[in-house]
Structures are given as C-alpha cells and as structure tokens.
C-alpha cells in the first residue's frame, strides 16, 4: 500500500529555514504528482506547492519565491525547502501523492507534521 512518510517539521524562528522531507513507498514514484498542503488552526488546508511527474512546479502566492519544492525519484523523495519562514507559516503540513491511470485517480496523503514559527 502506498503510503507517505514525512520529516523535517519542528520550530523555528522567524526569518529561519526548513525543509520538509516526504518518502513514498509501496509505489512507483516517479508516476506521482506530487504536493505540499498546509493547515492551520481554525483555516481550510491550503495549497503550498506542487511538482508533477514531469517536473513542473506550482506555488502559492504566499510562499513564492520563499519556498522550492522538488523531488529526487531515485529516493523516492519529495522536499519543501523553506525559507524566510514566518509566524504565517506555521502549521501542519502535509506530503500529497496523486496518480491518474486510465479512468482512475489514486490519492494519498501523509500525517502531517508540524512546522512552528516563533520566537
């Protein structure tokens, strides 16, 4: 089954860096879109980037150009690099995994872990 396992949440100050780590497993995936979402208390979960099979990458307006998402297949690994960080950013976030085959979608997401942003 495929499942996604995240890492690289914690706390951090304003101006300071992170980067969130997402490992897919029990699937190919270099078949996966692949995306960041975020949710923060009493707020609807919101996109933050996404990067296709192919490569191509999304952002939100609040996070462009403070933010890179990216994907390494060999380790079947997704990342948000992100920098800049503040009080705003600071919620759960969550590694997504997307596949469409035929007439069908498969979609899959991790936990979420948590990113602070205080000082």
């Known amino acids: 089954q495929v499942q996604l396992v995240e890492s690289g949440g914690g706390l951090v100050q304003p101006g300071g860096s992170l980067r969130l780590s997402c490992v897919l497993s029990?699937?190919?995936?270099?078949?996966?879109?692949m995306g960041w979402y975020r949710q923060a208390p009493g707020k609807q979960r919101e996109l933050v980037a996404t990067i296709t099979s192919a490569g191509s990458t999304n952002y939100a307006d609040s996070v462009k150009g403070r933010s890179t998402i990216s994907r390494d297949n060999a380790k079947d690994t997704v990342y948000l690099q992100m920098n800049s960080l503040k009080p705003e950013d600071t919620a759960v976030y969550y590694c997504?995994?997307?596949?469409?085959?035929?007439?069908?979608?498969?979609?899959?997401w991790g936990q979420g872990t948590q990113v602070t942003v205080s000082s």
């Open positions: 029990g699937g190919t995936f270099s078949y996966y879109d």
């Open positions: 997504y995994a997307q596949r469409r085959r035929l007439v069908f979608e498969y979609d899959y």
